[in-house]
């Protein structure tokens, strides 16, 4: 076996391909944009970079055959609550199923990793944003939602053989989008609605700029502060929603307001990949005007759902039933969407875990974010509960 690190064009060229090579045959398998992966390792084009690194290998046979890939990374900015190590992470791991191919994949990521100072490794994970690449998908090994990794089952045993032990699930939950909801959403909306301070709507993408004020809002109030993030700028959020505009539908991107004052907010899109999956990883002009044709003509059955958050002193009121009513008359009946299907939610999230629940939604597939300590001696723990 060779190890080749990544470091021209034509080596960039067979990361991407040796996804495809040891997918293409599975039926399930969505090819991933292309661009969506470069993006990742583009230091103009990943903030990731600006308090990190990082650095890719792929792996061929004795007879040059793609067989294998890996990224590891660096990031100052991922910790984890409690964590007494600096952790790195590997991700876009892809290998046949054989363990001493993926031992010196894990091997030379770890290696990498410990010059660097780290004493562990999670993984598989993005260099970025949690909300895509991250998890190993162990169970719902149906088509995946855009930005999630798909692998077959067997990655799981070479995984857990090296020694990676689940840090935390990543569970999705989905429905049918005429599900009738539980009554006791309709009883807490209707206590709100005797109120003329609440109003729910959907968005106009005609004043972004100020719904994206409102997410700023709330995000900095509801989220910011877990695990020591950071405010956002109200430019970052509209930065966001400018790149959401292409694919956005306004009628499945809601807000609640008490006072006129942004209390909540439920942020969906049509899931992307019932577009993308019939471009074979490309995404210039002529996808481009095959996907405006497939939105026109409503081709996408499904939607997504990204972000839902109260802030914290209308947690508990009922907001997130009024809102989710008030979107339940639009949605329901009228759009052309049958499902229905949430972004993952980590288990040590319980409160979110029982809003997706109580939507009347069922679990639809679970990822693995694992962990590896690089001293074997030392007691595992599992990521603490917020």
């Not at 992470?89 to 100072?117: H, M, P, S, Y």
């Not at 709100?192 to 719904?211: F, G």
């Amino acid at each position: 076996m060779e190890l080749v690190i990544v470091n021209n064009k034509k080596t960039e060229r067979q990361f991407l391909d040796t996804h495809v090579v040891l997918n293409k045959n599975i039926p399930e398998w969505i090819r991933p944009l292309d661009r969506d992966i470069r993006l990742v390792f583009d230091p103009q084009k990943n903030k990731a970079f600006r308090q990190g690194e990082c650095i890719r290998w792929i792996l061929k046979d004795n007879n040059g055959k793609l067989i294998g890939r890996i990224a590891a990374f660096v990031n100052k900015k991922y910790r984890t609550k409690g964590d007494t190590q600096p952790t790195g992470g590997v991700g876009f791991f892809d290998c046949i199923n054989d363990q001493a191919a993926a031992n010196l994949l894990f091997d030379t990521a770890r290696d990498w990793l410990k010059e660097r100072g780290m004493g562990a490794m999670d993984g598989p994970i993005n260099f970025g944003e949690r909300d895509r690449w991250w998890g190993l998908l162990v169970e719902g090994f149906y088509e995946p939602l855009y930005g999630m990794n798909f692998n077959p089952p067997y990655y799981k045993q070479l995984m857990e053989t090296y020694g990676f032990q689940p840090f935390f699930d990543q569970i999705c939950y989905s429905m049918g989008v005429d599900t009738q909801l539980q009554e006791k959403f309709f009883s807490r909306h209707a206590a709100l609605a005797k109120d003329p301070a609440y109003r729910a709507e959907y968005i106009n993408k005609k004043n972004l700029e100020k719904y994206a004020g409102d997410f700023t809002t709330i995000y900095n109030k509801a989220w910011a502060r877990h695990e020591g993030g950071k405010d956002i700028t109200k430019q970052q959020a509209l930065n966001i929603f400018k790149q959401m505009a292409p694919a956005m539908d306004e009628k499945i991107v809601w807000f609640a307001y008490h006072n006129n004052e942004p209390v909540a907010c439920w942020l969906n899109l049509p899931e992307l990949n019932q577009f993308f999956k019939h471009m074979n990883g490309k995404f210039g002009l002529f996808q481009k005007l095959q996907f405006l044709y497939m939105k026109l003509m409503k081709k996408c059955k499904k939607f997504t759902g990204i972000v839902f958050g109260v802030v914290p002193e209308f947690q508990g009121k009922g907001v997130d039933a009024f809102m989710i009513v008030e979107g339940a008359k639009v949605i329901q009946g009228t759009l052309s969407y049958r499902q229905y299907e949430l972004q993952w939610i980590g288990d040590f999230n319980p409160k979110m875990l029982n809003i997706a629940e109580s939507l009347g939604t069922k679990p639809s597939r679970k990822l693995v974010t694992y962990r590896y300590l690089f001293d074997r001696t030392k007691e595992f723990h599992r990521h603490p509960v917020l």
